[in-house]
């Protein structure tokens, strides 16, 4: 079965080979039943050469998945394998990434979302999605396995499934159970549907795609959209190096983040230096062609008050010692050195980024204003893209493999940023106030006692002034490349260790006065974490920034409970785990084996757990997939392998099958909800939430950590748990 959505007619067709038929389900559905899959792949065929002959094909996950289907039922039934690319051109090419059909436009929509949001999720399959992004379209769940609904040999009754579904199958005269396939395969289409209609993704980077002047497909690669928005730029007036093939890039100094000292901290204040790296590269002229390469046998501040006459931006860091126990370590000078004039290709692209991420955060300040808090998100993440935009024109600098790599460049511009982070700390401390922590091109310190905001704007003024007379006058430029202004004011910030922190404010720059909680780097946010650890840890994190910690036990005293009776279900605490690489179907000794590749010694558990799965539950996960792993105790299977077989470039290997893959498509057997392995579950939550209260320095939480975690649960517990798990479904 086939359903698709055509733009220009407004219709939905589904194309099925089921014997009895199916009615449409809405006004502009259209089902057309054909006799076998190669007359259903033929009528496809016609669809696109004919019947509605579309400029863009637009799927969720189509790459990974949809693509390489068909294309394969296609060579299956022994046709034409390129429909996808219109006559006479029937080339579509899949070795390139992303696949190209030449004639026609091919967008992965999952991809188009990722790289819109620049945003990882727990889960690829739509179905998750659709909580992720909090769309309307109804969810219909799996009642029976694919096969049966198909074959029409279960009952499903209507009153159980939800009231937005059913609407769908009002006027459906001879309702029986492979409609749920079709009510599913039609919610997919309007789900993809309304995912790209809320964040206008197609006509977005259509929008970039004119306005850079390159192909659809490569505006949702960031390295992309700097060479194409470069070349157009220059159009043609200047010759660009061919890519050069390095296999190793130069090591320099990396941003700068000051290790903070983990606990809690009330009333910090952030201070953010706006577009730091790509003004760095527009005051100082950084571009490979405006470039000098400095080599003097003696460097010293003379020799470069010279340079300066001359006319250079001259980034200069003395020569200096430093002790390391009994050896003295002498490090060289470091000079970089860039021409005023011509004004180079690199400030010039980021000038037009710049000009897009005005626009878009003037309409996004617009929205704000009248209240138009979606309409604001979606400027909010077009500026986003556009920041991407021209901070990806350092990294292509830095990229060993681009024709614009110069690693003068690079360090340049990172060390601009790294001593302008210092300076600023210096300053501050000048001024009396202590930094806690520095991330990148962020400051946060502890505001004195009575201080608001006319204060952190107060401070914010005279560093903005003192790091402007600092700069200009070190690199001989004529205007400062930072400036400072205020982000947040956090009531409560809790800090665990570099790029991890939460916290909760009571002014953001965007929005105001108004409070709200943030998260940097914990499992609450990071996409490979758990349904649950999510939930726990965000239900922690705001207890203590509430000031609520004494509510602490008592919440996690019954999380645990829950966890040792298995009264969590299967989704809610498996692992996302991204699936990377390619797994190959392989013949050994006359069986067929998976084969991972790019694993040659060890096979990652989520790895492992999906090959299980593949091979024993009937699940199709492959590359691109986003599957979770779920922990069972293998021991207690009965009516399934305990072993997973999978063939390497070592030879056939045979592990313990501790995990299983699953995902929201495919219902999982009774026996596999029996035998979840809760303990692992609940030891791995333990040892992230531990790791946030260890941070605290509050006394009633702190001695009670002994008896908050206890190890193992008592002997009666753990019977309990035992009991329980035998009959939990």
């Known amino acids: 079965m086939v359903t698709f959505w055509d733009s220009y007619t407004d219709e939905y067709v589904t194309i099925h080979t089921h014997p009895k038929g199916f009615q449409p389900l809405l006004p502009n559905h259209k089902v057309v039943q054909v006799e076998d899959e190669k007359a259903l792949l033929l009528y496809l065929q016609e669809c696109l050469d004919k019947k509605y002959d579309p400029d863009l094909i637009a799927a969720h996950n189509l790459f990974r998945y949809d693509l390489i289907k068909i294309m394969n039922r296609l060579k299956d039934n022994g046709l034409e394998e390129n429909i996808f690319s219109p006559k006479p051109f029937r080339r579509v090419d899949r070795r390139s990434y992303p696949p190209r059909a030449e004639g026609r436009i091919l967008c992965d929509m999952l991809e188009a979302l990722k790289a819109y949001t620049l945003e990882e999720f727990p889960s690829y399959a739509l179905e998750s999605l659709v909580d992720e992004l909090g769309l309307e379209t109804p969810k219909v769940p799996f009642l029976a396995s694919i096969e049966e609904l198909w074959s029409d040999q279960v009952e499903v009754n209507l009153e159980e499934l939800d009231e937005r579904i059913r609407k769908y199958l009002e006027g459906v005269e001879d309702f029986r159970s492979s409609y749920i396939i079709l009510i599913r395969n039609l919610l997919d289409v309007i789900a993809v549907k309304e995912y790209n209609e809320k964040f206008q993704l197609i006509d977005f980077y259509d929008t970039l795609r004119r306005e850079l002047g390159g192909r659809f497909e490569d505006m949702l690669v960031h390295n992309r959209i700097v060479e194409t928005g470069i070349r157009r730029m220059i159009n043609k007036r200047i010759a660009l190096p061919s890519f050069p093939r390095r296999k190793q890039k130069e090591k320099f100094r990396g941003a700068f983040v000051l290790e903070p000292e983990p606990g809690l901290y009330s009333n910090v204040a952030v201070l953010d230096f706006s577009r730091e790296y790509p003004n760095i590269i527009q005051k100082l002229n950084i571009s490979p062609e405006t470039s000098v390469r400095v080599t003097p046998v003696i460097v010293d501040e003379e020799y470069v008050a010279e340079l300066k006459k001359k006319g250079y931006h001259v980034v200069y860091v003395p020569e200096r010692e430093e002790k390391q126990g009994k050896v003295t370590v002498r490090y060289p000078p470091q000079v970089y050195c860039f021409k005023k004039k011509p004004r180079g290709i690199i400030p010039r692209y980021i000038d037009k980024m710049f000009m897009l991420r005005d626009k878009f955060e003037e309409a996004e300040r617009r929205a704000i204003e009248r209240g138009d808090e979606e309409d604001a998100n979606r400027n909010r993440i077009r500026a986003k893209v556009a920041k991407v935009g021209a901070n990806a024109s350092y990294g292509w600098m830095s990229w060993a493999g681009s024709p614009f790599y110069n690693r003068d460049c690079s360090a340049a511009t990172a060390l601009c940023g790294y001593l302008a982070s210092q300076k600023l700390i210096e300053e501050l401390s000048k001024l ?248 692992r579950i609940r030891k791995r939550l333990e040892k992230k939430v531990q790791s946030i209260l260890e941070k605290l320095k509050s006394k009633p939480i702190s001695t009670e950590l002994g008896s908050f975690f206890g190890g193992e649960c008592d002997e009666q517990e753990e019977k309990e748990s035992m009991s329980s798990k035998g009959t939990t479904s």
């Open 432 to 679: 009396g106030y202590k930094a806690v922590y520095g991330d990148t091109d962020s400051i946060f310190y502890i505001m004195k006692p009575g201080e608001t905001l006319a204060d952190v704007e107060r401070v914010n003024n005279i560093l903005n002034e003192r790091l402007a007379e600092w700069a200009t006058k070190e690199w001989n430029i004529d205007e400062s490349p930072f400036r400072l202004s205020v982000k947040r004011i956090y009531s409560k910030f809790l800090v665990l260790s570099k790029k991890r922190y939460g916290g909760k404010y009571v002014y953001h720059e965007k929005k105001g006065y108004t409070t709200g909680y943030e998260f940097k780097g914990l499992e609450l946010v990071r996409s490979d974490s758990s349904k649950l650890e999510k939930e726990v840890q965000h239900q922690l994190f705001k207890f203590i920034l509430d000031g609520e910690e004494e509510k602490i036990p008592k919440y996690w005293s019954k999380v645990r409970s829950r966890l040792n009776r298995g009264q969590y279900e299967p989704i809610e605490v498996a692992y996302p785990a991204a699936i990377v690489k390619r797994i190959e179907k392989r013949v050994h000794k006359g069986k067929e084996y998976c084969y991972p590749l790019g694993y040659p010694k060890v096979v990652p558990a989520h790895i492992r757990a999906v090959i299980y799965s593949n091979q024993y539950l009937g699940t199709d996960f492959r590359s691109g997939d986003k599957p979770r792993r779920l922990p069972i105790r293998t021991k207690l299977l009965e009516g399934y392998p305990k072993e997973v077989e999978i063939l390497t470039s070592q030879g056939l290997i045979k592990r313990e099958a501790k995990d299983i893959a699953i995902d929201e498509y495919y219902p999982l057997p009774d026996e596999f909800r029996r035998v979840i392995d809760w303990k």
